[in-house]
Structure formats: structure tokens, C-alpha cells
């Protein structure tokens, strides 16, 4: 490790300063053609990188990813994409104290405690809601973030610092973008239509993507409120400015500090809602990280069916069983985003609500406005698996 220094000396001529970066912990949700395009150079600057994605690797990812590969491991599965890019930063960073972390889990599945103590979010999910889920987290957290996006040759992406509430936020650009699926997606047939994700875009805006953040890490806000298009085919960029959106739906206002909490996920919902209003809310409300699905209409006939799940668990519109088409009725889908006093849900565990352990319980007042904010314990070993370079 004699030359370990001498490795970042071009880093630091450039105004670049390794020590912020070995500093800076970096989520990337989605490894897909985003994900595994930002590897390679993360684990060159030595960021300290989490990889978010519950997805195997496929043969068709091969094509537009440097370090996805489809060797089964020792019990026959295929590897998980999130896993294969934590050990390929590990593999290729110069830094002698280098770990990555996993989780093969939808990015909806951690847990706002954990994400809170990140310093940026690279997100390359090819799913709308969960893009917006996101983009909602990052601002709400304060958290730098970044969405990209791939229609080949181009690419681009949206930066957002997230510094202050009343910064430009990705909403004020895409403001119809929901965080929930509306629930007819989950009845509509899947286009089977291929996306021709090339590397070249995806590597190319990836790197300009890094280069944002980087940038934000150094307080330098160029790319706060742009948005970078990158088209291969024309050969040229831009980056285009935004403005706060008057009408904004999006969270221009911050989370509290957390406050911790001696129950745990297995406490009832009603607890935090107790705690709440002995912290004065006179009509606390306790708010999802995700809609809860108490029911859908059944696929086939119409029926109410029970669902009882965080919306981004549930993947297709369930199917009543046996029985099934016997009935003409066309149920209502039933999904809650808050639960108050009064709503059977407050009996529920936090956990069967979605709010697990490092859970953040976000209860608003319906009167007041007034805000708290209660995490509950856990370990973040059991959120993310870690590489060190001894056991790459
Ligand atoms: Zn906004
Ligand atoms: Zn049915």
C-alpha cells in the first residue's frame, strides 16, 4: 500500500478532496444499466457505496454491464446483481479499508433510519412510482439525489441537492409523478417491449451523474435544479435549469430528528400515535413510507379480495380463488398512506404496516401541522450485508 497516496494526487490537483469522498456514503438504488455503470468509478474515488436491487442477474443484462455475471453460486441460483456490484467496488478500489454494502430488497424495504444516514442517493430504478418514492425520501431526508433515466442513444438525469426546503425538487419538474402505483396498473397486461439499454449511454451519463454529486459533496451546486440530457446520437449534452414549482406537490419541508423509542416494530401502531399526542399533537397521524393495500378487487370477478400489504410487496392484482366469478360486483381498492387514532389499522403491528425495525415514524398533526418524528431500534447488519476486501 506504499503508493496508496500517490493514487489520489491527480484527485486532489483537480480540486477533488479524497478525504470528503472516503468521508461521503453513497445508496445506489437499482443495479441495473445505472447501477452497474457507476461502480467502476465510485470504487475508483473510494466512496463508501450501498447497493440496492432485488433482482438475479439474466443473460440480457450481460450486454450493457461491466461486472454482472451469470455464474450460478455454490447452491445453483444466480447471484444478485446488488451483491455482484458491492464486490466489484470492493474488488476494484484502491482503498485499503474499503467495504460495500447489499441488500437484494426493493429500495421501498429500507428503512428510513438506515437511509437517513446516507450523504447522496444515485437512483436508476426503471419504475416510476419507486423513481418518485425516491425523489420523495431524498427531499423529505435532505439527502443529495439523483434519478436517472435511459431512452437510447440518450440519457439523462435529474440533481437535486435537497439542501434546503425551499429548493427546487423533482417534483417541481415532474409533478404528476405519483409515488404509488395508481392500483389499474396492477390489472393491465405487461408490454413485453425491449428496451435497448446500451452501455455506451448508461456509462457515459452515469459518469456525469457521479460527477454531480461529487460536486455537491465539494459545495459546489452547478448541478442543483438541472437536468442533464445526453444524446450519443447528436453527440451533445445540456444541462437545463428548473424552478421551484409554485403548485409543487412535492415535500418542501424536512423531516425533524428522530427521536428514539423503547418499543419496538412488533408495538402496535396505536403506541406511536400515544407517544405522539403525549408529545402534543392533539390529532396525530401516522404516515406510511408506503400506501398499505387493505384490499383489492379480485382480477377476475370483481370481489374484494384481502391483501393486507405495503403497496411495493404487492405484484400483481390478486385472484379470489375458488369460487371465483360467482359474483357481479366490482369491489373498491382499499389503500391507506395515514393511519389515525380511529382507523382499525392502529391496532395493527408497526412491522405488518411496513414500519420495521430503524424504522423513521413520521405522525403529523391533522390540526396543527406539527411534526415528530420517532425511529424505532434495529441493526443495520440486518438490513445490509458487507464486503471488506478481506472477504472479496
Ligand atoms: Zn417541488
Ligand atoms: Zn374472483
Given at each position: 500500500m506504499a503508493d496508496f497516496a500517490a493514487t489520489y494526487e491527480c484527485l486532489r490537483a483537480a480540486g477533488r478532496d479524497p478525504d470528503v469522498l472516503h468521508g461521503k456514503r453513497l445508496l445506489v438504488a437499482g443495479c441495473g444499466n445505472a447501477g452497474s455503470n457507476a461502480t467502476l468509478t465510485l470504487a475508483v474515488l473510494g466512496v463508501e457505496a450501498a447497493y440496492v436491487d432485488p433482482d438475479s442477474v439474466e443473460p440480457?443484462?450481460?450486454?450493457?454491464?461491466p461486472f454482472l455475471d451469470v455464474t450460478p453460486r455454490p447452491d445453483g441460483t444466480l447471484p444478485f446483481k446488488a451483491e455482484l456490484l458491492a464486490r466489484a467496488h470492493v474488488a476494484h478500489?484502491?482503498?485499503?479499508d474499503q467495504v460495500a454494502h447489499w441488500a437484494a430488497?426493493?429500495?421501498?424495504?429500507?428503512?428510513w433510519g438506515v437511509l437517513?444516514?446516507?450523504?447522496g442517493m444515485l437512483v436508476g430504478i426503471d419504475d416510476g412510482p419507486s423513481r418518485a418514492w425516491a425523489a420523495r425520501v431524498g427531499a423529505l431526508l435532505g439527502i443529495p439525489t439523483i434519478v436517472a433515466g435511459f431512452y437510447p442513444p440518450t440519457g439523462n438525469f435529474v440533481a437535486t441537492s435537497?439542501?434546503?426546503?425551499?429548493s427546487p425538487c423533482y417534483f417541481c419538474l415532474?409533478?404528476?409523478?405519483?409515488?404509488?402505483?395508481?392500483?389499474c396498473s396492477l390489472y393491465a397486461t405487461a408490454v413485453g417491449?425491449?428496451?435497448?439499454?446500451?452501455q455506451t449511454a448508461a456509462a457515459a451519463t452515469m459518469n456525469v451523474a457521479i460527477e454531480a454529486m461529487t460536486r455537491f459533496w465539494h459545495d459546489?451546486?452547478?448541478?442543483?435544479g438541472h437536468v442533464f440530457r445526453l444524446d450519443l446520437g447528436e453527440g451533445c449534452g445540456e444541462l437545463t435549469s428548473f424552478r421551484r414549482y409554485v403548485?409543487?406537490?412535492?415535500?418542501?419541508e424536512r423531516l425533524p430528528e428522530p427521536r428514539p423509542v423503547?418499543?419496538?416494530?412488533?408495538?402496535?401502531?396505536r403506541a406511536v400515535l400515544d407517544l405522539a399526542r403525549a408529545d402534543g399533537l392533539r390529532s396525530p397521524e401516522l404516515m406510511l413510507p408506503s400506501a398499505y393495500v387493505v384490499s383489492l378487487p379480485c382480477r377476475a370477478c370483481g370481489r374484494e379480495v384481502p391483501v393486507?400489504?405495503?403497496?411495493?410487496?404487492?405484484?400483481t392484482a390478486p385472484c379470489c380463488g375458488s369460487?371465483?366469478?360467482?359474483s357481479g360486483s366490482t369491489a373498491m381498492a382499499h389503500i391507506v398512506e395515514t393511519v389515525s387514532?380511529?382507523?382499525?389499522?392502529?391496532?395493527?403491528l408497526l412491522r405488518e404496516l411496513g414500519?420495521?425495525?430503524?424504522a423513521l415514524c413520521v405522525v403529523e398533526d391533522a390540526e396543527s401541522g406539527g411534526v415528530r418524528v420517532y425511529e424505532l431500534p434495529g441493526n443495520v447488519s440486518d438490513v445490509f450485508h458487507t464486503v471488506t476486501r478481506s472477504e472479496r
Open positions: 440480457k443484462n450481460l450486454a450493457h454491464s478500489s484502491r482503498r485499503p430488497a426493493p429500495l421501498q424495504a429500507i428503512p437517513r444516514t446516507f450523504d435537497n439542501r434546503d426546503a425551499d415532474r409533478p404528476t409523478e405519483s409515488t404509488t402505483r395508481a392500483s417491449t425491449v428496451n435497448p439499454a446500451l459546489d451546486l452547478r448541478y442543483d403548485d409543487c406537490p412535492g415535500p418542501h423503547a418499543f419496538d416494530a412488533d408495538a402496535p401502531a393486507e400489504q405495503p403497496e411495493w410487496m404487492v405484484r369460487g371465483c366469478g360467482a387514532p380511529t382507523n382499525p389499522l392502529a391496532d395493527r414500519l420495521g425495525p430503524l
